[in-house]
């Protein structure tokens, strides 16, 4: 599975970004998909996941209402709303695929997709 993350940019604080991750492969349905993000000098975090069938979830607590993770099974896509952005939200945005049905951590992830940078301004 290849994996191609997409729609980062800047954004002031308060606004919203969409990003999205297209992966390759006729198995996406079968993945669990989460978004990691990576700050500057700080450890990857999870930020969300999403089992295959779209039924459940994990958010970390602190995007809860905020961000909400979603898939087009039939578009190969994975997508990371995100409101209400606040500066601390300013990373590096990585999806990933992973073979358990909602996996929480980076351990459990097997294919990793190219980050997209996500910079938030006060």
């Known amino acids: 599975v290849q994996l191609q993350a997409s729609g980062g940019g800047s954004v002031q604080a308060g606004g919203s970004l969409r990003l999205s991750c297209v992966a390759s492969g006729r198995t996406f349905s079968t993945y669990c998909m989460g978004w990691f993000r990576q700050a500057p000098g700080k450890k990857r975090e999870q930020v969300a996941a999403?089992?295959?069938?779209?039924?459940?979830?994990y958010y970390t607590e602190s995007v809860k209402g905020r961000f909400t993770i979603s898939r087009d099974n039939a578009k190969n896509t994975v997508y990371l709303q995100m409101n209400s952005l606040k500066p601390e939200d300013t990373a590096v945005y990585y999806c990933?695929?992973?073979?358990?049905?909602?996996?929480?951590?980076?351990?459990?992830?097997?294919?990793w997709g190219q980050g997209t940078l996500v910079t938030v301004s006060s």
């Open positions: 999403l089992s295959p069938d779209g039924g459940n979830t």
């Open positions: 990933a695929a992973s073979l358990r049905w909602l996996a929480v951590g980076a351990s459990g992830y097997n294919y």
